[in-house]
Every structure is written in structure tokens, then in C-alpha cells.
């Protein structure tokens, strides 16, 4: 079964510092990596997805994600980090319905808090 | 969250009565979805639709059901056979049903049993 895992609850950075929040991920074929935010009582917004090509992927709100195949992983990072970063953090992944509809697999979720 | 509406933004719902959950999108999407968001937990689908008067059920689909009359609506009325329907509702729309295609969502409904 393809799934997606997040390692930390919680990850803790000042402001200013760079941040990085953590994906792996188990698909059996080529995988389809997304991240997205979560404000309180929000819904998702889409951050940036890794389909094919550059294994680093540029996002909104200076975001951006590195692919890693031999790690299986996909890790949020931003250079310098800022008080209004802080919120909930998804990375999902494509996995296959069968009849061979696609939807996608979600991580527990990681809270950022960035703290002055 | 632009261009994809749910309402009510708070629902309370009394035990043995069925609440519906509205949601509009004017992306011109063809596939919609609905999700359920528990504290400590990931989102789990509970209903996809890939066009209009088509729908499957996702991994939580027991106790929910859903209608696709129309591109832009795909309502989800939660049933009393849902035993704990507590939850944040989330619902999103993406071009189709491609791995490639980003979802996106709308602003939630968060709907609390009494």
C-alpha cells in the first residue's frame, strides 16, 4: 500500500532561521508528491507538487522541496523562516484507486511554530 | 481557498437528524471530492466525482452520501447512520482525476453533534 509519513508533531524554529519539515514516502511506482498548509479553522492551500524533472521544487510564499528517490523523501524547507509561517503542514502522495482513478494520500500532519 | 465555497461555516446537528454540507466551485473543475479532517489525523476521503452525475465512495464512505446534479455543486449530507460525525469537512476540486492534477480546497465546515 502506498503511504506517506511525517515524522515530527511539531518543529520548532526562530524567526529568521531556515526550517525544514519532514516527508517520506512508500509508492510502488512513480510517485506524485504534494505539500500543502493549513491555517486554523482553514482550508488546504496548495504549496507546490513534485511530478517529474528538477528534483528541487519551487513553491509559493518562498517554499520550496527537495525530491530525494534513494531516501524516499520530500522535504518542505524555506531559507528563512517568519511568524506568519506558523500553521499545519501536509505532504500527500498520489496512490491508485482501483479501476485506476487516482486520489491522494495524506500525511498526519506537521505543526510549525515560529517563534520571534 | 478562492473560487471553491462551502457552507455553513459552523453546523450543529442533533443526534438522529441528517445535515447537508454545501459546496460550490466556479473553477470549471470536473472532479470535486470530500474529506474528513480529525484532530491528530490526516484528511480521508470520503466521496470523489469525476463528472456530473458520477460519484464513488472514498475510504470513509459509511453513513455519507452525495449527489453531482451539476459541474460546479457536490453537496454531502451526513446521515444519522454516521456514529461520530464530528469533524471538519473539507471539500476540493481538481481539472480531473490525473495524479498530476493539484486539488484545491475550500474553506471547511466544521460540524459538531450535540
Known amino acids: 500500500a502506498q503511504s506517506v509519513a511525517q515524522p515530527e508533531d511539531q518543529v520548532n524554529v526562530a524567526e529568521g532561521n531556515p526550517l525544514t519539515v519532514k516527508c517520506t514516502y512508500s509508492?510502488?511506482?512513480?510517485?506524485?508528491l504534494f505539500w500543502y498548509v493549513q491555517y486554523p479553522n482553514r482550508g488546504l492551500q496548495f504549496l507546490l507538487k513534485y511530478i517529474t524533472g528538477d528534483n528541487l521544487v519551487k513553491g509559493s510564499y518562498g517554499f520550496e522541496a527537495e525530491f530525494n528517490k534513494s531516501q524516499t523523501s520530500f522535504h518542505l524547507k524555506k531559507p528563512s523562516a517568519l511568524v506568519s509561517d506558523s500553521a499545519l503542514y501536509f505532504c500527500?502522495?498520489?496512490?491508485?484507486?482501483?479501476?485506476?482513478?487516482?486520489?491522494?494520500?495524506f500525511g498526519a500532519g506537521t505543526r510549525l511554530a515560529v517563534h520571534p | 481557498d478562492g473560487g471553491i465555497t462551502q457552507s455553513p461555516k459552523y453546523l450543529f446537528r442533533k443526534e438522529g437528524q441528517n445535515v447537508t454540507l454545501s459546496c460550490e466551485q466556479n473553477l470549471n473543475h470536473d472532479a470535486m471530492y470530500w474529506y474528513r479532517q480529525d484532530p491528530g489525523q490526516g484528511l480521508r476521503l470520503i466521496y470523489y466525482s469525476q463528472i456530473v452525475n458520477d460519484f464513488q465512495k472514498g475510504d470513509i464512505a459509511e453513513g455519507y452520501s452525495v449527489s453531482r446534479e451539476k459541474k460546479e455543486s457536490f453537496p454531502l449530507t451526513v446521515t444519522s447512520a454516521q456514529k461520530n460525525p464530528t469533524a471538519f469537512y473539507l471539500c476540493?476540486?481538481?481539472?480531473?482525476?490525473?495524479?498530476?492534477?493539484?486539488?484545491?480546497f475550500g474553506p471547511g465546515t466544521r460540524l459538531t453533534v450535540l
Open positions: 509508492v510502488s511506482g512513480n510517485p506524485y
Open positions: 476540493a476540486s481538481s481539472m480531473g482525476l490525473a495524479g498530476t492534477d493539484t486539488q484545491y
Open positions: 500527500a502522495v498520489r496512490d491508485r484507486f482501483s479501476g485506476g482513478y487516482n486520489k491522494l494520500i
